[in-house]
């Protein structure tokens, strides 16, 4: 095995480095409300293909995307109970995989035939699978967007770009990603370039972003593997983002953000903002627009919500890196810390995974500190 791989990030197949350490971790798959009772659908994550339903007990299962008999697809077969039968010649598995009928054959023989099956949570509004080979770990849970709140999400969306050209976005893009947006709702602090600090945590890594002595200080944090958390100014917990590979190529984001009740409910309620509040799909057409160079950002209607705009803007420069950007041809700076360290880190699990060494073990953020940032 070269001790290159430890170096590879971009590759998460089921035989790759970056793939097995992923794999240790609880991923999303789908949101829960798109996952109706008695529904089956096809699921791709990290370059492999599994059938994902929800029993009529409301329980969602995850198994292998093919029958075991000839290779259909079980996703367009029927959810019978808890199980899932073949539409091709009705053999029938239930949540473990287990084969338990095959029409017209000997009943024993089911016994024998057992297919890859998962196990499933759902948190936070979206179902969670663990695709590794060991026992899954308790699942990481964010205690900030447990609390009396309201949780909103949008459609997961799919880029076609590597799931790290995602990870990997910084805060010093913002004064020059969003300038238009920022420009066209007049917000003048937001085109300051920004003095960011990064540094190592329990969860991953915290930026601490100053953009003038008088601004207050904004945390953008990042949970290994493969979340991002963007804070709201005043500290609330703001979104969540799992970047999830689809496959080397193409990536799909779940955000789930929080925001403070208006009045003095208990309990989270929950909120799904419309399909195309963010991505109607003309987004991605004049987007993909830009980058072939028949039109520019700043000619777009002024009458387009920020929103969009603000989407539009991390689109065209993280899509634009290519889907699998050559990373030898950077020239990385000062502004770049948080990058640097994300690799370093990645890297030196990724090591270790190889090695056989044990791993850092990630838990969930503490309380933010309100010390100011030393100043460089």
Same mark, same amino acid.
């Not at 790290?164 to 004064?175: A, I, L, Q, S």
């Given at each position: 095995?070269?001790?290159?791989?430890?170096?590879?990030?971009?590759?998460?197949?089921?035989?790759?480095?970056?793939?097995?350490? =992923?794999?240790?971790?609880?991923?999303?798959?789908?949101?829960?409300?798109?996952?109706?009772?008695?529904?089956?659908?096809? /699921?791709?994550?990290?370059?492999?293909?599994?059938?994902?339903?929800?029993?009529?007990?409301?329980?969602?299962?995850?198994?292998?995307?093919?029958?075991?008999?000839?290779?259909? &697809?079980?996703?367009?077969?029927?959810?019978?109970?808890?199980?899932?039968?073949?539409?091709?010649?009705?053999?029938?598995y239930?949540?473990?995989?287990?084969?338990?009928?095959?029409?017209?054959?000997?009943?024993?023989?089911?016994?024998?035939?057992r297919?890859?099956?998962?196990?499933?949570?759902?948190?936070?509004?979206?179902?969670?699978?663990?695709?590794?080979?060991?026992?899954?770990?308790?699942?990481?849970?964010?205690?900030?967007?447990?609390?009396?709140? /309201? =949780?909103?999400?949008?459609?997961?969306?799919?880029?076609?770009?590597?799931?790290?050209?995602?990870v990997?976005?910084?805060?010093?893009h913002?004064?020059?990603? !969003?300038?238009?947006?920022?420009?066209?709702?007049?917000?003048?602090?937001?085109?300051?370039?920004?003095?960011?600090?990064?540094?190592?945590?329990?969860?991953?890594?915290?930026? @601490?972003? @100053?953009?003038t002595?008088?601004?207050? &200080?904004?945390?953008?944090?990042? !949970?290994?593997?493969?979340?991002?958390? /963007?804070?709201?100014?005043?500290?609330?917990?703001? *979104?969540l983002?799992?970047?999830?590979?689809?496959?080397?190529?193409?990536?799909?984001?779940?955000?789930?953000?929080?925001?403070?009740?208006?009045?003095?409910?208990?309990?989270?309620s929950?909120?799904?903002?419309?399909?195309?509040?963010?991505?109607s799909?003309?987004?991605?057409k004049?987007?993909?627009?830009?980058?072939?160079?028949?039109?520019?950002?700043?000619?777009?209607?002024?009458?387009?919500?920020?929103?969009k705009?603000?989407?539009?803007?991390?689109?065209? *420069? &993280? @899509?634009?890196?290519?889907?699998?950007?050559?990373?030898?041809?950077? !020239?990385?700076?000062?502004?770049?810390?948080?990058? /640097?360290?994300?690799r370093?880190?990645?890297?030196?699990?990724l090591?270790?995974?190889?090695?056989?060494?044990?791993?850092?073990?990630?838990?969930?953020?503490?309380v933010?500190?309100?010390?100011?940032?030393?100043?460089?």
């Amino acid at each position: 095995m070269s001790d290159e791989l430890w170096r590879d990030f971009v590759h998460t197949g089921p035989d790759t480095i970056a793939g097995r350490y =992923l794999r240790t971790f609880w991923q999303p798959v789908a949101r829960s409300q798109d996952l109706a009772v008695g529904r089956s659908v096809p /699921v791709h994550v990290m370059s492999e293909s599994f059938t994902l339903y929800r029993g009529e007990s409301g329980a969602p299962y995850l198994l292998d995307f093919r029958c075991a008999h000839r290779g259909t &697809q079980l996703p367009i077969g029927w959810v019978e109970g808890d199980a899932i039968r073949c539409r091709y010649h009705g053999w029938v598995y239930n949540g473990s995989g287990q084969c338990v009928e095959q029409p017209g054959e000997d009943p024993a023989l089911a016994t024998k035939i057992r297919i890859g099956s998962y196990p499933c949570q759902e948190y936070l509004g979206l179902v969670f699978a663990y695709l590794g080979e060991s026992d899954p770990p308790p699942m990481r849970r964010f205690p900030e967007f447990e609390s009396p709140a /309201v =949780l909103e999400w949008g459609r997961p969306e799919i880029w076609p770009c590597n799931y790290f050209n995602r990870v990997e976005n910084d805060p010093g893009h913002v004064p020059f990603t !969003h300038r238009e947006s920022a420009r066209r709702r007049g917000n003048t602090n937001q085109l300051i370039v920004r003095n960011t600090q990064s540094h190592e945590t329990e969860f991953g890594v915290r930026s @601490v972003v @100053v953009t003038t002595a008088a601004a207050p &200080q904004q945390y953008i944090d990042f !949970h290994m593997p493969n979340i991002n958390q /963007v804070r709201t100014l005043d500290d609330l917990p703001g *979104t969540l983002f799992w970047r999830v590979p689809i496959d080397d190529e193409r990536c799909i984001s779940f955000p789930v953000g929080v925001i403070p009740p208006t009045g003095a409910g208990a309990g989270v309620s929950r909120r799904q903002l419309p399909d195309d509040d963010l991505d109607s799909g003309s987004e991605w057409k004049v987007s993909e627009a830009i980058l072939a160079g028949e039109m520019r950002l700043e000619d777009i209607d002024v009458e387009l919500g920020t929103a969009k705009m603000f989407w539009m803007e991390d689109y065209l *420069t &993280q @899509v634009g890196q290519s889907a699998i950007p050559d990373r030898s041809r950077e !020239h990385l700076g000062r502004v770049d810390e948080s990058v /640097v360290l994300k690799r370093a880190i990645w890297q030196r699990e990724l090591r270790a995974l190889m090695e056989g060494r044990p791993l850092k073990q990630w838990t969930a953020p503490g309380v933010i500190s309100t010390t100011p940032a030393p100043q460089r």
